[in-house]
C-alpha cells in the first residue's frame, strides 16, 4: 500500500555537545542537534534547535511563502540543543509565529531557561526584542497534537528532564517517526524513571518506521562515560531490533569522530546489526541527509 502522505525529514545537523566546524566531520557535519520533519500541508515541526537551525532558518527565509509558521519540539534545555534559537532568522521577522514545547527543568520553566540563554550578560538581544510571535508551550501530557503530527512523549534517561518524541501522521497507514537524543540504554547514572523503563520504552517504540537515537559512544568509549545520558551504536541497535524499527539513524556524534571514525563506527554498527540476524537498515545521520517516508 503505498503512503497516503509522504513527509520529509531532514537532518540539519547531527552533532553532539559542541559544534565541530573544519574539515575532519565535513561529510557527517559539525552542527549540533536539529532535524525538521515537513508534512504534505507544509506543516512544520522542528526538533531541537541547535546551531543547525540557522541554516533551517536561512531557507524559510529564502522561501518566503507567506508568513512562516514554525512548531519547534525541544528535548531538553542543554545547550547544543538550545544554542541556535538566538540565530534562527524566522525570529526577526514580524507576521511569523513560532511555537516552542517543552518541559520545564526543576523548577525552572522552559520560558524562564530561554530568557537567560539570551541575558544581556551573554547575548546581545533579549528574547522580548523577538519581532515574531512567540509562544512558549510546556509540555506536561504525554500525547498532544501539532498539526496534521500526533506527538506522544517519553522521559528519557539522562540528566535532567529529558522527552523523546514520537510522531504519527493522523492519516491511517502513515510511517511513525522516534525521536530520541540524549538517552542512556545501558547501566549507569541515576535517573528518575520508574522500574519498569525499558519494557515501556520499548512499547513506546513499538514498530516505528524511523528511529533517531542517540549512539554517541563506541562500546570502549562508553566505558570512560557511564553516567553521561549517552548510548554506543550497539546498545541503539539492540533497542531498534527488540522494537521492530525499520530503519534506525545513529545521532547525537561525538564530537571528537571525524568523518573517519564515523565511517568506521556505522560499518561497526551494520556489522553488529547483521549478527543479530534481525532485519535493520542502519544509517548514520549527516548533515544535510533527507529521508522521504
Not at 59 to 88: M, R, T, Y
Not at 150 to 177: C, D, E, N, W, Y
Request: with cysteine.
Amino acid at each position: 500500500v503505498p503512503n497516503p502522505m509522504p513527509y520529509t525529514v531532514t537532518f540539519w545537523v547531527t552533532r553532539g555537545s559542541i559544534p565541530t566546524p573544519g574539515p575532519a566531520p565535513a561529510r557527517y557535519g559539525g552542527n549540533t542537534p536539529c532535524v525538521a520533519v515537513e508534512g504534505t500541508g507544509g506543516q512544520l515541526v522542528v526538533l531541537d534547535a541547535g546551531t543547525g537551525i540557522r541554516a533551517l532558518g536561512l531557507e524559510l527565509e529564502a522561501k518566503q511563502n507567506g508568513a512562516a509558521k514554525v512548531e519547534i519540539l525541544l528535548s531538553h534545555a542543554h545547550w547544543d540543543h538550545i544554542q541556535g534559537l538566538p540565530h534562527f532568522k524566522p525570529f526577526f521577522a514580524p507576521g511569523n509565529t513560532v511555537r516552542i514545547w517543552g518541559s520545564r527543568q526543576g523548577t525552572t520553566s522552559l520560558e524562564a531557561i530561554l530568557r537567560q540563554q539570551m541575558d544581556p550578560a551573554v547575548f546581545p538581544v533579549p528574547l522580548d526584542a523577538l519581532s515574531a510571535q512567540l509562544t512558549v508551550q510546556q509540555v506536561d501530557t504525554d500525547d498532544f497534537s501539532i498539526g496534521e503530527f500526533r506527538v506522544q512523549t517519553v522521559k528519557l534517561r539522562h540528566p535532567g528532564t529529558t522527552l523523546g518524541f514520537r510522531l504519527t501522521p493522523a492519516k491511517a497507514r502513515a510511517p511513525s517517526i522516534a525521536y530520541v537524543t540524549d538517552n542512556e540504554l545501558g547501566p549507569g547514572g541515576l535517573y528518575e524513571v520508574s522500574g519498569t523503563w525499558r519494557r515501556d520504552f520499548l512499547a513506546f517504540l513499538k514498530n516505528v518506521d524511523l528511529l533517531i537515537h542517540d549512539a554517541m559512544y563506541t562500546p570502549k568509549e562508553l566505558e570512560q562515560h557511564r553516567g553521561w545520558g549517552h548510548s554506543t551504536y550497539e546498545e541503539a541497535v539492540t533497542l531498534a531490533q527488540e522494537a521492530g524499527a525499520k530503519k534506525l539513524v545513529l545521532f547525537h556524534h561525538e564530537p571528537e569522530h571525524g568523518d573517519k571514525e564515523m565511517d568506521a563506527l556505522l560499518a561497526a554498527a551494520r556489522k553488529f546489526a547483521k549478527s543479530r540476524r534481525k532485519p535493520l537498515e542502519v544509517v548514520a545521520a549527516q548533515e544535510g541527509m533527507k529521508v522521504t517516508l
